[in-house]
Nanobody, 118 residues
Framework: QLQASGGGSVQAGGSTRLSCQAS???????????MGWYRQAPGKERELVAP???????NYADSVKGRFTIARDNSQKKVYLQMNSLKPEDTAFYYC???????????WGQGTQVTVAS
């Protein structure tokens, strides 16, 4: 139900933006989901990068605080991850995620690769 886009190869210190569209969710369902971005690097577990509630409350992993910004547009059913000052250790597959505040179930996007070259 989630389609992620963006990412690619970036030089260290550069920026990129990920987008995620919840095209198959109706609006009334979308706003009951906490949206977020996870990432998984080779050989590592998937980690939560940043979640955002429908009212705009955010949280960030310590490793990305001050560099990444998550935002959502409820009217468009989109969530974004602006990634600045990228480091090689940010290299990972990034996954868009939605967690229902009503049922607790998760929906996932297909993942998009971000590679940061040193």
């Amino acid at each position: 139900q989630l389609q992620a886009s963006g990412g690619g190869s970036v030089q260290a210190g550069g920026s990129t933006r990920l987008s995620c569209q919840a095209s198959r969710m109706i609006f009334s369902t979308y706003v009951t989901y906490v949206m977020g971005w996870y990432r998984q690097a080779p050989g590592k577990e998937r980690e939560l990068v940043a979640p955002i509630t429908s009212s705009g409350s955010t949280n960030y992993a310590d490793s990305v605080k001050g560099r990444f910004t998550i935002a959502r547009d409820n009217s468009q059913k989109k969530v974004y991850l602006q990634m600045n000052s990228l480091k090689p250790e940010d290299t990972a597959f990034y996954y868009c995620n939605g967690r229902s505040t009503l049922r607790g179930d998760h929906v996932w996007g297909q993942g998009t690769q971000v590679t940061v070259a040193s």
